[in-house]
């Protein structure tokens, strides 16, 4: 029964460390290596077809890990496991983050398509 006890307090240790990394860079940074996340997510679920599907996911999961970005969801179980009271709003900043990324992928290409069609003229 100590190992598992010994166990657990070095798992909330951890998460408490890594909570208290992030809170250290500040709110604009944690916004920041949010977005690369949401875009990376959104291309792994956007795959063409369901052959290629799990080559997206395996390499967008691996980009975003290896990249550092901070994806909500993670956060979210760091922060519950070893966060205190106020780390709560990382979650909020983090997941807003992820919203601006994951909607920049289809604007931009919403807007590549209108620019080749030619944006409409306003009517005089």
Known sequence: MAAM???????????AAIVAARTAIGP?????????????MYMAVTAPNDSMRIFYIMFCVAAFITGGFYHCVADMYYTFLGG????????????????IGCNIV??????YDKAR????????
């Open 28 to 40: 604009f940074w944690l916004i920041i290596l949010a977005i690369p996340c949401g875009m990376l």
């Open 106 to 111: 289809p604007g931009t290409k919403v807007l």
């Open 84 to 99: 205190r009271p106020q780390d709560y709003v990382n979650i909020l900043l983090v997941t807003i983050g992820n919203i």
């Open 5 to 15: 006890s010994l166990g657990r307090e070095n798992l909330i240790n951890g998460a």
């Open 117 to 124: 069609e030619g944006f409409p003229k306003f009517r005089e």
